[in-house]
């Protein structure tokens, strides 16, 4: 996997080598398990490239590529971009714009999404309300700074007039 660095590569590769053998065929590969919030993460790499499911228009793909210590993992995540953004989107949502428990969507946010959405958080106990609580204030300062990352690329490349 090709890349180079600004920084000691030891501080980004990853302990195991970017596989060429699976059904995702990988275009691009970020080593990503030195940038994951946990010390002992099982993402390896963050892949762009074409999906494993087989056929002809060579479906572009995402994937999370996991391994489990012994072998590459068959529950690795592979999205299309589209719902990778959208992913992100909603979760931006509910990070930030939860209110009265539910989470407002405006209209045409997502493709073919004509009217707003409402969506209403799922009946939960209160342990449970008080861990995702928990869990979203313990996620927050890493999701803030990782999201204002994306908006800054974002918005350079509105600026350069790519989108």
Known sequence: ????????????????????????KPIFAMPYEKFERTEESDVKYISVGFAQWENDNYDLSLKLMRHTGDQWSPQAEELPPNRLIDAAIFLSKVIFDEKSERVEIEREVFTNQHGALS???????????????????????????RINSLYLILDRYKKMGLF
């Not at 195991?16 to 053998?21: F, G, H, R, S």
């Open 1 to 24: 996997m090709p890349y180079s660095t600004f920084q000691d590569r030891k501080q980004i590769e990853s302990s195991i080598e970017l596989p060429q053998n699976l059904g995702h």
């Open 119 to 145: 969506i209403q958080k799922e009946e939960l106990s209160a342990d449970l309300n008080r861990k995702f609580r928990e869990s979203k204030n313990v996620l927050l300062p890493t999701l803030k700074k």
